[in-house]
Protein backbone atom coordinates (compact mmCIF):
# COMPACT_ATOMS: atom_id res chain seq x y z
CA UNK A 1 0.00 0.00 0.00
CA UNK A 2 1.12 3.57 -0.79
CA UNK A 3 1.22 6.09 2.54
CA UNK A 4 -1.18 9.37 1.05
CA UNK A 5 0.00 11.21 3.97
CA UNK A 6 3.68 10.52 3.58
CA UNK A 7 3.12 12.40 -0.50
CA UNK A 8 0.99 14.94 0.97
CA UNK A 9 3.96 17.85 1.31
CA UNK A 10 4.95 17.10 -2.42
CA UNK A 11 1.94 17.26 -3.70
CA UNK A 12 1.34 20.81 -2.13
CA UNK A 13 4.42 21.88 -3.41
CA UNK A 14 3.95 21.05 -7.06
CA UNK A 15 0.19 22.57 -7.06
CA UNK A 16 1.79 25.77 -5.22
CA UNK A 17 4.35 26.26 -8.27
CA UNK A 18 1.56 25.39 -11.21
CA UNK A 19 -0.56 28.14 -9.71
CA UNK A 20 -3.84 26.15 -8.91
CA UNK A 21 -3.74 27.27 -5.61
CA UNK A 22 -5.14 31.18 -5.13
CA UNK A 23 -4.33 33.27 -2.14
CA UNK A 24 -6.57 36.08 -1.34
CA UNK A 25 -5.38 39.12 -0.17
CA UNK A 26 -6.74 40.74 3.01
CA UNK A 27 -9.99 42.33 2.38
CA UNK A 28 -10.48 40.88 -1.43
CA UNK A 29 -13.46 39.11 -2.40
CA UNK A 30 -12.23 37.55 -5.41
CA UNK A 31 -13.82 40.31 -7.89
CA UNK A 32 -13.06 43.88 -8.56
CA UNK A 33 -15.78 46.38 -7.15
CA UNK A 34 -17.14 49.26 -8.83
CA UNK A 35 -15.34 52.70 -8.01
CA UNK A 36 -12.54 50.83 -6.25
CA UNK A 37 -8.76 50.99 -7.41
CA UNK A 38 -7.72 47.29 -9.30
CA UNK A 39 -4.13 45.85 -8.71
CA UNK A 40 -3.01 47.99 -12.57
CA UNK A 41 -5.03 51.22 -11.40
CA UNK A 42 -7.97 53.23 -11.78
CA UNK A 43 -11.23 51.62 -12.80
CA UNK A 44 -12.52 52.81 -16.76
CA UNK A 45 -14.85 54.46 -17.71
CA UNK A 46 -15.80 55.93 -21.37
CA UNK A 47 -17.11 59.13 -22.77
CA UNK A 48 -19.37 60.20 -25.86
CA UNK A 49 -18.70 63.48 -26.91
CA UNK A 50 -21.88 64.77 -28.54
CA UNK A 51 -19.83 67.21 -30.83
CA UNK A 52 -18.90 67.36 -34.81
CA UNK A 53 -16.80 64.03 -35.67
CA UNK A 54 -13.45 64.36 -37.11
CA UNK A 55 -12.12 67.31 -34.64
CA UNK A 56 -8.41 66.71 -32.87
CA UNK A 57 -9.27 65.97 -29.24
CA UNK A 58 -7.00 65.96 -26.03
CA UNK A 59 -7.67 64.46 -22.92
CA UNK A 60 -5.89 66.47 -19.97
CA UNK A 61 -3.03 67.29 -22.44
CA UNK A 62 -2.60 64.27 -24.23
CA UNK A 63 -3.45 63.57 -27.72
CA UNK A 64 -6.37 61.39 -28.20
CA UNK A 65 -7.01 61.36 -31.86
CA UNK A 66 -9.74 62.52 -33.15
CA UNK A 67 -13.53 62.49 -32.03
CA UNK A 68 -15.61 60.26 -33.53
CA UNK A 69 -19.05 58.67 -32.27
CA UNK A 70 -17.36 55.69 -30.61
CA UNK A 71 -16.94 56.45 -26.69
CA UNK A 72 -13.64 57.32 -25.33
CA UNK A 73 -12.14 55.44 -23.16
CA UNK A 74 -10.59 57.21 -19.65
CA UNK A 75 -9.89 56.62 -16.04
CA UNK A 76 -12.83 57.68 -13.66
CA UNK A 77 -12.00 60.81 -12.07
CA UNK A 78 -11.94 64.64 -13.28
CA UNK A 79 -10.11 64.87 -16.91
CA UNK A 80 -10.20 68.45 -19.21
CA UNK A 81 -11.30 67.38 -22.47
CA UNK A 82 -10.33 69.56 -25.49
CA UNK A 83 -10.71 69.94 -28.82
CA UNK A 84 -9.13 71.69 -32.12
CA UNK A 85 -11.55 73.04 -34.91
CA UNK A 86 -11.56 75.31 -37.28
CA UNK A 87 -13.01 78.01 -35.22
CA UNK A 88 -10.35 77.66 -32.88
CA UNK A 89 -10.03 75.37 -29.32
CA UNK A 90 -12.51 74.41 -27.27
CA UNK A 91 -12.54 72.80 -23.46
CA UNK A 92 -14.64 71.31 -21.38
CA UNK A 93 -13.94 69.55 -17.80
CA UNK A 94 -15.66 66.26 -16.98
CA UNK A 95 -16.28 64.14 -14.05
CA UNK A 96 -15.97 60.89 -15.13
CA UNK A 97 -17.63 57.98 -12.49
CA UNK A 98 -16.30 54.45 -12.85
CA UNK A 99 -18.21 52.02 -15.26
CA UNK A 100 -20.72 54.90 -16.45
CA UNK A 101 -21.14 55.70 -19.88
CA UNK A 102 -21.41 59.83 -19.68
CA UNK A 103 -22.12 62.03 -22.56
CA UNK A 104 -20.55 65.70 -22.88
CA UNK A 105 -22.53 67.63 -25.07
CA UNK A 106 -21.32 70.66 -27.59
CA UNK A 107 -22.97 73.18 -25.55
CA UNK A 108 -20.16 71.81 -22.15
CA UNK A 109 -17.23 73.14 -23.69
CA UNK A 110 -16.54 76.90 -23.78
CA UNK A 111 -15.88 78.22 -27.06
CA UNK A 112 -17.60 75.31 -28.92
CA UNK A 113 -20.76 76.15 -31.01
CA UNK A 114 -22.24 74.11 -33.77
CA UNK A 115 -24.15 74.08 -36.82
CA UNK A 116 -24.90 71.74 -39.40
CA UNK A 117 -23.93 71.49 -43.01
CA UNK A 118 -25.36 69.49 -46.14
CA UNK A 119 -23.16 69.86 -49.44
CA UNK A 120 -25.22 67.94 -52.19
CA UNK A 121 -23.06 67.68 -56.00
CA UNK A 122 -23.49 66.37 -58.81
CA UNK A 123 -21.79 65.90 -62.23
CA UNK A 124 -23.10 67.80 -65.28
CA UNK A 125 -24.87 64.61 -65.94
CA UNK A 126 -26.71 65.21 -62.54
CA UNK A 127 -25.69 61.75 -60.76
CA UNK A 128 -23.80 62.68 -57.52
CA UNK A 129 -20.43 63.77 -57.30
CA UNK A 130 -17.90 61.90 -55.21
CA UNK A 131 -16.77 65.24 -53.86
CA UNK A 132 -14.56 65.81 -50.27
CA UNK A 133 -15.56 68.93 -48.31
CA UNK A 134 -13.28 70.81 -46.59
CA UNK A 135 -13.92 74.22 -43.99
CA UNK A 136 -10.69 75.49 -44.09
CA UNK A 137 -8.31 72.80 -44.15
CA UNK A 138 -10.24 70.59 -41.74
CA UNK A 139 -12.14 68.04 -43.78
CA UNK A 140 -15.63 67.25 -43.08
CA UNK A 141 -16.50 63.81 -42.46
CA UNK A 142 -19.61 62.55 -43.99
CA UNK A 143 -21.09 66.25 -45.42
CA UNK A 144 -21.53 64.82 -48.49
CA UNK A 145 -25.57 64.95 -49.32
CA UNK A 146 -26.82 64.23 -45.33
CA UNK A 147 -26.65 66.92 -42.59
CA UNK A 148 -23.49 66.72 -40.51
CA UNK A 149 -22.23 68.92 -37.33
CA UNK A 150 -19.88 71.37 -38.03
CA UNK A 151 -18.15 73.92 -35.87
CA UNK A 152 -19.75 77.01 -36.06
CA UNK A 153 -17.83 80.18 -37.44
CA UNK A 154 -16.98 82.16 -40.26
CA UNK A 155 -15.53 79.78 -42.33
CA UNK A 156 -13.97 78.56 -46.19
CA UNK A 157 -16.17 75.81 -47.47
CA UNK A 158 -14.21 74.29 -50.09
CA UNK A 159 -15.92 71.03 -52.44
CA UNK A 160 -12.72 69.10 -54.14
CA UNK A 161 -14.62 67.40 -56.82
CA UNK A 162 -13.46 64.23 -58.50
CA UNK A 163 -11.13 64.16 -61.54
CA UNK A 164 -12.04 66.28 -64.83
CA UNK A 165 -14.76 68.88 -62.98
CA UNK A 166 -14.54 72.27 -61.00
CA UNK A 167 -14.66 72.10 -57.93
CA UNK A 168 -16.56 75.15 -55.57
CA UNK A 169 -15.54 77.74 -52.79
CA UNK A 170 -17.71 79.92 -50.56
CA UNK A 171 -16.97 81.96 -47.77
CA UNK A 172 -20.05 81.51 -45.10
CA UNK A 173 -20.45 82.84 -41.84
CA UNK A 174 -22.08 80.01 -40.20
CA UNK A 175 -24.07 80.56 -36.81
CA UNK A 176 -24.51 78.51 -34.34
CA UNK A 177 -28.14 75.83 -34.16
CA UNK A 178 -28.41 76.55 -37.85
CA UNK A 179 -28.50 74.56 -41.09
CA UNK A 180 -27.24 75.54 -44.15
CA UNK A 181 -27.53 73.49 -47.56
CA UNK A 182 -25.35 73.63 -51.08
CA UNK A 183 -26.41 72.20 -53.98
CA UNK A 184 -23.95 72.64 -56.38
CA UNK A 185 -23.70 71.72 -60.16
CA UNK A 186 -20.19 70.70 -60.98
CA UNK A 187 -19.23 71.86 -64.36
CA UNK A 188 -15.70 71.23 -66.22
CA UNK A 189 -13.08 74.15 -66.05
CA UNK A 190 -12.02 76.13 -63.36
CA UNK A 191 -12.91 75.91 -59.72
CA UNK A 192 -16.30 78.43 -59.09
CA UNK A 193 -16.18 80.83 -55.73
CA UNK A 194 -19.61 82.19 -54.62
CA UNK A 195 -19.68 86.02 -53.95
CA UNK A 196 -22.33 86.59 -51.76
CA UNK A 197 -24.34 90.20 -53.30
CA UNK A 198 -24.74 93.40 -51.91
CA UNK A 199 -25.05 97.46 -52.67
CA UNK A 200 -21.65 98.44 -54.21
CA UNK A 201 -20.49 101.72 -55.93
CA UNK A 202 -18.95 101.04 -59.57
CA UNK A 203 -15.94 103.77 -60.27
CA UNK A 204 -13.32 104.76 -58.43
CA UNK A 205 -12.93 104.74 -54.65
CA UNK A 206 -13.53 107.56 -52.34
CA UNK A 207 -16.08 110.79 -52.73
CA UNK A 208 -18.11 111.18 -56.23
CA UNK A 209 -15.95 114.44 -57.49
CA UNK A 210 -17.21 113.90 -60.86
CA UNK A 211 -17.42 117.13 -62.93
CA UNK A 212 -19.11 116.21 -66.18
CA UNK A 213 -16.86 119.34 -67.86
CA UNK A 214 -13.86 118.15 -67.03
CA UNK A 215 -11.84 117.02 -70.07
CA UNK A 216 -8.04 115.90 -69.65
CA UNK A 217 -5.94 112.76 -70.54
CA UNK A 218 -5.05 109.93 -68.15
CA UNK A 219 -1.84 111.25 -68.10
CA UNK A 220 -2.42 114.38 -66.32
CA UNK A 221 -4.09 113.80 -62.96
CA UNK A 222 -1.16 114.02 -60.47
CA UNK A 223 -2.65 117.51 -58.96
CA UNK A 224 -6.50 116.68 -59.72
CA UNK A 225 -8.12 115.45 -56.66
CA UNK A 226 -10.84 113.07 -56.74
CA UNK A 227 -11.56 111.64 -60.53
CA UNK A 228 -13.15 114.13 -61.82
CA UNK A 229 -13.48 112.19 -65.48
CA UNK A 230 -15.01 108.90 -64.04
CA UNK A 231 -18.19 108.75 -62.46
CA UNK A 232 -19.78 106.67 -60.11
CA UNK A 233 -22.72 104.57 -60.13
CA UNK A 234 -24.75 102.96 -57.35
CA UNK A 235 -25.78 99.17 -58.20
CA UNK A 236 -27.60 96.30 -56.21
CA UNK A 237 -25.54 92.89 -57.22
CA UNK A 238 -27.23 89.97 -57.11
CA UNK A 239 -25.27 86.46 -55.54
CA UNK A 240 -23.31 84.65 -57.84
CA UNK A 241 -20.55 82.23 -58.86
CA UNK A 242 -17.75 83.22 -60.81
CA UNK A 243 -15.05 81.03 -62.12
CA UNK A 244 -11.76 81.34 -59.38
CA UNK A 245 -9.09 81.28 -62.36
CA UNK A 246 -9.42 82.35 -65.92
CA UNK A 247 -10.07 79.29 -68.39
CA UNK A 248 -6.43 77.87 -69.06
CA UNK A 249 -5.80 77.15 -72.69
CA UNK A 250 -5.78 72.93 -71.91
CA UNK A 251 -9.80 73.67 -70.36
CA UNK A 252 -10.63 75.55 -73.58
CA UNK A 253 -9.06 73.22 -75.51
CA UNK A 254 -11.68 70.54 -74.00
CA UNK A 255 -14.41 72.18 -75.68
CA UNK A 256 -12.90 71.75 -79.20
CA UNK A 257 -12.40 68.28 -78.42
CA UNK A 258 -16.07 67.62 -77.52
CA UNK A 259 -17.00 69.28 -80.62
CA UNK A 260 -19.01 72.43 -79.15
CA UNK A 261 -16.22 75.15 -79.89
CA UNK A 262 -16.11 76.68 -83.21
CA UNK A 263 -18.39 75.61 -85.80
CA UNK A 264 -19.45 79.30 -86.70
CA UNK A 265 -18.33 79.94 -90.16
CA UNK A 266 -20.18 83.84 -90.16
CA UNK A 267 -19.04 84.89 -86.85
CA UNK A 268 -15.73 83.22 -87.46
CA UNK A 269 -15.05 84.73 -91.09
CA UNK A 270 -16.05 88.24 -89.12
CA UNK A 271 -13.43 88.08 -86.38
CA UNK A 272 -10.15 89.87 -86.72
CA UNK A 273 -7.28 87.62 -86.03
CA UNK A 274 -4.07 88.52 -84.24
CA UNK A 275 -1.82 90.40 -85.59
CA UNK A 276 1.16 87.94 -86.63
CA UNK A 277 3.80 89.87 -85.33
CA UNK A 278 2.21 89.05 -82.30
CA UNK A 279 0.69 85.67 -82.56
CA UNK A 280 3.59 83.65 -81.06
CA UNK A 281 2.13 85.52 -77.57
CA UNK A 282 -0.79 83.50 -78.03
CA UNK A 283 -1.33 80.16 -76.05
CA UNK A 284 -2.94 78.23 -78.78
CA UNK A 285 -2.40 77.24 -81.90
CA UNK A 286 -4.32 78.24 -84.65
CA UNK A 287 -3.24 76.32 -87.42
CA UNK A 288 -4.76 73.53 -85.72
CA UNK A 289 -8.45 73.15 -85.97
CA UNK A 290 -8.87 72.64 -82.56
CA UNK A 291 -6.47 75.02 -81.00
CA UNK A 292 -4.61 73.21 -79.36
CA UNK A 293 -2.45 74.69 -76.06
CA UNK A 294 1.06 75.32 -76.75
CA UNK A 295 3.33 73.23 -75.28
CA UNK A 296 4.79 73.87 -71.93
CA UNK A 297 1.40 76.58 -72.22
CA UNK A 298 -1.51 74.12 -70.97
CA UNK A 299 -1.70 75.72 -67.79
CA UNK A 300 -1.89 79.71 -68.98
CA UNK A 301 -5.03 81.51 -69.32
CA UNK A 302 -6.89 81.01 -72.74
CA UNK A 303 -6.21 84.45 -74.91
CA UNK A 304 -6.18 85.08 -78.25
CA UNK A 305 -10.41 84.15 -77.85
CA UNK A 306 -12.86 86.59 -79.22
CA UNK A 307 -16.49 87.46 -77.33
CA UNK A 308 -18.08 85.07 -79.00
CA UNK A 309 -16.08 82.16 -78.51
CA UNK A 310 -15.55 82.96 -74.78
CA UNK A 311 -19.55 83.01 -74.47
CA UNK A 312 -19.75 79.19 -76.53
CA UNK A 313 -17.20 77.91 -73.97
CA UNK A 314 -18.84 79.07 -70.94
CA UNK A 315 -22.46 78.10 -72.54
CA UNK A 316 -20.61 74.00 -72.46
CA UNK A 317 -20.24 74.82 -69.03
CA UNK A 318 -23.61 76.07 -68.33
CA UNK A 319 -22.18 79.28 -67.33
CA UNK A 320 -21.97 82.74 -68.99
CA UNK A 321 -19.72 85.30 -69.56
CA UNK A 322 -20.16 87.68 -66.23
CA UNK A 323 -21.06 91.44 -66.50
CA UNK A 324 -19.42 93.87 -66.40
CA UNK A 325 -20.88 94.70 -63.13
CA UNK A 326 -20.10 91.39 -61.60
CA UNK A 327 -16.79 91.78 -62.68
CA UNK A 328 -15.90 94.94 -60.71
CA UNK A 329 -18.11 93.86 -57.78
CA UNK A 330 -15.61 90.29 -57.64
CA UNK A 331 -12.19 92.54 -58.26
CA UNK A 332 -12.55 94.77 -55.85
CA UNK A 333 -13.49 92.13 -53.25
CA UNK A 334 -17.36 93.42 -53.09
CA UNK A 335 -15.41 96.77 -51.19
CA UNK A 336 -16.16 100.02 -53.68
CA UNK A 337 -12.89 101.47 -51.50
CA UNK A 338 -10.93 99.49 -53.08
CA UNK A 339 -9.22 100.64 -55.96
CA UNK A 340 -7.36 97.29 -56.76
CA UNK A 341 -8.20 93.33 -56.02
CA UNK A 342 -6.08 93.17 -52.83
CA UNK A 343 -7.07 96.22 -51.57
CA UNK A 344 -4.16 97.91 -52.49
CA UNK A 345 -3.13 101.55 -53.24
CA UNK A 346 -4.23 103.92 -55.91
CA UNK A 347 -1.69 106.65 -57.33
CA UNK A 348 -2.66 109.98 -59.59
CA UNK A 349 -2.43 108.08 -62.30
CA UNK A 350 -4.41 105.87 -61.88
CA UNK A 351 -2.54 102.75 -61.75
CA UNK A 352 -2.12 100.11 -59.13
CA UNK A 353 0.75 99.22 -57.27
CA UNK A 354 1.54 96.30 -58.28
CA UNK A 355 5.45 95.85 -57.93
CA UNK A 356 7.06 92.55 -58.78
CA UNK A 357 3.32 90.66 -60.42
CA UNK A 358 5.11 90.91 -64.05
CA UNK A 359 8.65 89.33 -64.42
CA UNK A 360 9.06 88.68 -68.39
CA UNK A 361 6.99 89.72 -71.21
CA UNK A 362 4.65 87.33 -71.25
CA UNK A 363 1.35 84.94 -70.10
CA UNK A 364 2.05 83.17 -66.99
CA UNK A 365 0.45 79.75 -65.16
CA UNK A 366 -2.91 80.75 -63.57
CA UNK A 367 -2.85 82.13 -59.78
CA UNK A 368 0.81 82.58 -60.52
CA UNK A 369 0.64 86.01 -58.60
CA UNK A 370 -1.09 85.58 -54.90
CA UNK A 371 -0.59 88.73 -53.84
CA UNK A 372 -3.67 89.57 -56.45
CA UNK A 373 -5.74 87.48 -55.02
CA UNK A 374 -9.05 89.15 -53.90
CA UNK A 375 -10.48 88.59 -50.62
CA UNK A 376 -12.72 85.43 -51.65
CA UNK A 377 -9.85 84.11 -53.37
CA UNK A 378 -10.07 84.65 -56.72
CA UNK A 379 -6.98 85.10 -58.99
CA UNK A 380 -5.30 87.43 -61.64
CA UNK A 381 -7.95 89.74 -61.36
CA UNK A 382 -5.74 92.23 -61.77
CA UNK A 383 -2.76 90.51 -63.86
CA UNK A 384 -1.74 87.98 -66.46
CA UNK A 385 -4.56 88.95 -68.76
CA UNK A 386 -7.64 91.46 -69.31
CA UNK A 387 -10.39 90.01 -69.40
CA UNK A 388 -14.02 89.76 -71.56
CA UNK A 389 -17.29 90.56 -69.52
CA UNK A 390 -20.70 91.38 -70.92
CA UNK A 391 -21.68 94.86 -71.08
CA UNK A 392 -24.86 95.29 -69.00
CA UNK A 393 -27.25 98.84 -68.91
CA UNK A 394 -26.62 100.59 -65.62
CA UNK A 395 -29.71 103.42 -64.72
CA UNK A 396 -27.50 107.18 -65.76
CA UNK A 397 -24.58 105.34 -67.50
CA UNK A 398 -23.92 105.60 -71.41
CA UNK A 399 -24.38 102.37 -73.16
CA UNK A 400 -21.64 101.30 -75.03
CA UNK A 401 -21.73 102.06 -79.17
CA UNK A 402 -20.98 99.83 -82.19
CA UNK A 403 -20.55 96.53 -79.76
CA UNK A 404 -22.11 93.48 -82.17
CA UNK A 405 -21.32 90.74 -79.07
CA UNK A 406 -21.99 93.36 -76.22
CA UNK A 407 -18.93 92.10 -74.73
CA UNK A 408 -16.60 94.93 -72.94
CA UNK A 409 -12.64 94.40 -71.81
CA UNK A 410 -12.47 94.89 -68.03
CA UNK A 411 -8.86 94.60 -65.94
CA UNK A 412 -5.43 94.48 -67.19
CA UNK A 413 -2.70 91.97 -68.27
CA UNK A 414 1.13 91.89 -68.21
CA UNK A 415 1.65 94.20 -71.48
CA UNK A 416 -1.22 96.96 -69.83
CA UNK A 417 -0.63 96.62 -66.59
CA UNK A 418 -2.13 100.29 -65.43
CA UNK A 419 -5.13 99.67 -66.42
CA UNK A 420 -7.45 99.14 -62.40
CA UNK A 421 -10.56 97.36 -62.43
CA UNK A 422 -12.75 100.22 -62.30
CA UNK A 423 -11.88 101.97 -65.55
CA UNK A 424 -14.11 100.54 -68.23
CA UNK A 425 -11.91 99.75 -71.19
CA UNK A 426 -14.51 99.76 -74.42
CA UNK A 427 -15.95 97.00 -76.33
CA UNK A 428 -14.40 94.11 -77.65
CA UNK A 429 -15.82 94.08 -81.30
CA UNK A 430 -15.14 91.08 -82.05
CA UNK A 431 -11.74 90.67 -82.52
CA UNK A 432 -8.82 88.24 -80.82
CA UNK A 433 -6.08 89.52 -78.70
CA UNK A 434 -3.04 87.97 -76.79
CA UNK A 435 -3.73 90.62 -74.04
CA UNK A 436 -7.25 89.04 -73.71
CA UNK A 437 -8.87 86.05 -71.85
CA UNK A 438 -11.84 85.47 -70.37
CA UNK A 439 -13.46 83.24 -67.14
CA UNK A 440 -17.04 82.15 -66.84
CA UNK A 441 -19.73 83.18 -64.14
CA UNK A 442 -23.19 81.82 -63.08
CA UNK A 443 -25.81 83.25 -61.86
CA UNK A 444 -27.46 81.85 -58.10
CA UNK A 445 -30.89 82.81 -57.77
CA UNK A 446 -31.37 81.25 -54.36
CA UNK A 447 -29.70 83.16 -51.80
CA UNK A 448 -30.26 86.27 -50.92
CA UNK A 449 -28.36 89.43 -51.19
CA UNK A 450 -26.37 90.58 -48.29
CA UNK A 451 -25.79 93.89 -46.76
Same mark, same amino acid.
Given at each position: ? %??????? !? $?LLALLTVSGCVQRSD????????????? =?? /????TRLVLDVPSGLAIAVDGEPRGNTSPEPLVVSSGKHTVEVDSPCGKASATVEAAAGALTTVSAQEFAGLKVAQLTVIARTPERK????? *?? $?????VPGAAAEPTAIPACKLRL??? !??? /?? /???? +??? &?? +???????? &? $?? $?????????? #???HFRIGPPGPDHYNPNFQTEVGN?? %??????????? &? *?? *????????? +????EQYHACYKAGFCGNEPVLSGSTRLPSKAYRHLCNLEFSQGLHTPKPGRENHPANCVAGWEAKKYCDWVGKRLPTAVEWEFAARSRNPEYACSWGGRLDRKLVCDRFGFFQGRDTKSVCSFPDDNTEQGLCDMMSNVGELATHVGVSGRDDESDCPDNVVIRGSGWDDAWFPPFLPRGCEKRSQSYERGFR??? #?????? =???
Open positions: M %HDFNART !P $LAGSTGEAKSGTAG =PT /GPAEPANQT *VF $LGDWERVV !PPE /GL /GGFV +EDI &EF +EAGKSYVR &E $LS $LAPGPDMVRI #AGGLE %HIEGWPEIKTY &E *VD *VETFDIDRT +EVTACAR #AVNAVP =PQG
